[in-house]
């Protein structure tokens, strides 16, 4: 069962905030986040694991709930790179499934 | 940076015709998968490949579908006869896996765009 992103889209100004939510009706061990950018592959931003390890890049931030099944990925002072198509994964077995996105502009 | 590798770029085929997408992934993984995008829409699991079998696969990896590891490097990914909606972007994606994938991250490559007309 896929996870649910919202929102589903948000338009920036560059310097601008944004935060982008993931939830699932399952249990979640893990989950991971991507950044897609139109007409590119999909590029590893963060997982976070069960119990509070997280593994990314420096300058992303993301929490995990455990209890509510939720996660959420912080950009803070946007930049104009930023912008693109943001999936959670949620890792279920051996497999990953994404949610629909979040399409994410930054404007100067 | 080691990075997975996809060839070719882009295929065009008839309805009918029988198309092999093909990857190097990243040569210490152990995990080797496959994904398909729709223009426009999310990224959809197709299969994912581990110690020369299928670990898993969705509901889309129908009989039409096969996974391959011939050698020690490619993976490849075949299409038998292809349809109108089988065209997408095709993904691989390899994890190094050591103890589980969940715990690592998927590398993609940088896709196959596959037109069938």
């Known amino acids: 069962q896929q996870p649910v992103q919202s929102p589903q889209a948000v338009i920036l100004r560059e310097g601008e905030d944004a935060v982008i939510n993931c939830s699932s009706s399952?249990?979640?061990?893990?989950v991971h986040w991507y950044r897609q950018k139109h007409g590119e592959a999909p590029v590893f931003l963060m997982i976070?694991?069960?119990?509070?390890e997280q593994k990314g890049h420096e300058k992303i931030s993301a929490s995990f709930n455990e209890k509510k099944q939720q996660s959420s990925l912080y950009l803070t002072a946007s930049q104009l790179s930023y912008s693109g198509t943001y999936f959670c994964?949620?890792?279920?077995?051996?497999?990953?499934?994404f949610g629909e996105g979040t399409q994410l502009t930054v404007n100067p | 940076e080691p990075e997975v590798t996809q060839t070719p770029s882009h295929q065009v085929t008839q309805m009918g015709q029988e198309v092999i997408l093909r990857c190097v992934p990243i040569?210490?993984?152990?995990?080797f998968y496959w994904y398909r995008q729709i223009l426009g829409q999310k990224v959809e699991f197709l299969v994912s490949?581990?110690?020369?079998?299928?670990?898993?696969k969705s509901e889309i990896f129908d009989d039409q579908f096969s996974v391959e590891r011939p050698d020690g490097s490619n993976f490849t990914l075949k299409i038998r006869s292809t349809k109108l909606e089988d065209s997408a972007m095709y993904f691989c994606?390899?994890?190094?896996?050591?103890?589980?994938?969940?715990?690592?991250?998927?590398?993609f490559g940088p896709g196959t765009r596959l037109t069938v007309t």
């Open positions: 976070l694991l069960k119990g509070g």
């Open positions: 490949f581990y110690n020369n079998e299928i670990s898993e």
């Open positions: 994964g949620t890792d279920q077995g051996s497999r990953l499934t």
């Open positions: 040569s210490n993984h152990l995990y």
């Open positions: 399952k249990a979640l061990y893990s």
């Open positions: 994606a390899s994890n190094l896996g050591q103890g589980g994938p969940r715990y690592y991250e998927q590398y």
